[in-house]
């Protein structure tokens, strides 16, 4: 057994370290959980049910079980191993048993968030696109890969002998295509909703003066990363370069990432409930555009001037209420449903 990567860092330590992080971000994701069953709730009790908020809150349950699940698996085979199996002294133990239940087990719950939190993702950009299908055939074939490899991946952990490295060349291999088909998935989502906010932006321009499109813009890019994805994009890129590094390191960033799989879905999902999503900016932007009376020049001569730079002369522009194609609220609103 190979006790030391080529940091120093040993299996004992890796995972003694691993199980404080986890406990952190499981803390994290306990907070974030409640604040989104408390929305969705709220918002299931005043708008009444719907079918997108009904799979929402089972979603969101279900991935929280199963965070909680991995810490329970990760706690118990810390316990057995550093206790009971003295791992500290030396010696083959569950850290080096890949077949274990406890072992596989782990990495089955990570496949299996990683997919969900990969779908709502993709949910948010098919609904920011105008639920316009063509836009996520490629991100889903994307979680196609990644279920079929994912699937492979904890198969061939089941079938490891104990005492086989924890990096061998199966695992390695499969690990990676698998988190490559994960992080494109997240890429994706990260280009097509900034393409589809830069487009937006850009339209507005043309069509109103800047007081529509200027405000909080670092607030909007903070949201934009976390809607698409982003962060949880460079968290896969770095449990990757662990993993083919064979670094020990992986398994620490490996059990965060366990939890960061449905942390950042949920912190989506309690957006949407806030209405603090690109979608929710575009449709206020867009209805302040119907209902806006402007005074002095036309609309179409004021897209470079500035309000306080218009003529004295009072003349109002009254604007038909523009129809949002494509585009609507959480299920329950009156609006066009997401």
């Not at 408390?38 to 079980?65: P, W």
């Not at 555009?289 to 500035?306: D, I, K, Y």
């Amino acid at each position: 057994m190979a006790d030391l990567d080529k940091a120093g860092l040993s299996l004992p330590e890796s995972y003694f370290l691993s199980i404080f992080c986890e406990g952190i971000f499981h803390g994290m994701y306990t907070t974030i959980f409640c604040s989104a069953m408390y929305l969705l709730l709220q918002r299931q009790r005043r708008k009444g049910k719907g079918i997108t908020n009904i799979i929402m809150t089972i979603l969101t349950v279900f991935m929280y079980v199963m965070s909680t699940v991995h810490l329970a698996l990760s706690l118990r085979m810390n316990l057995v191993a550093l206790f009971t199996q003295k791992a500290a002294d030396g010696g083959e133990t569950l850290y080096d048993d890949q077949g274990s239940p406890l072992y596989f087990g782990q990495v089955a719950i990570e496949v299996i968030n990683c997919v969900l939190g990969d779908s709502i993702v993709t949910w948010r950009t098919w609904v920011l696109w105008g639920r316009d299908w063509r836009v996520i055939y490629l991100s889903c074939l994307l979680m196609l890969g990644s279920s079929v490899t994912g699937s492979v991946m904890v198969y061939e952990f089941s079938l490891s002998p104990p005492g086989q490295p924890n990096f061998s060349n199966v695992t390695t291999v499969w690990f990676s295509i698998f988190g490559g088909f994960s992080f494109l998935t997240n890429l994706y989502a990260v280009v097509v909703i900034a393409l589809k906010t830069w487009l937006h932006r850009r339209k507005m321009r043309r069509l109103c003066v800047d007081v529509i499109v200027s405000g909080p813009r670092y607030y909007s890019a903070l949201f934009l990363v976390i809607e698409s994805g982003g962060i949880y994009c460079v968290a896969v890129i770095l449990v990757i370069i662990f993993f083919v590094q064979s670094s020990n390191a992986v398994i620490i960033v490996a059990d965060m990432l366990a939890h960061l799989t449905g942390i950042y879905p949920t912190v989506i999902i309690v957006l949407v409930c806030l209405k603090l999503t690109q979608h929710d900016e575009m449709t206020r932007k867009e209805a302040t555009l119907a209902t806006m009376q402007f005074r002095g020049q036309p609309l179409a001569n004021t897209t470079t001037t500035s309000l306080n730079e218009l003529s004295d002369e009072p003349r109002a522009y009254t604007f038909r209420p523009v129809k949002i194609v494509g585009l609507g609220n959480f299920p329950g609103d009156s609006s066009p449903q997401m």
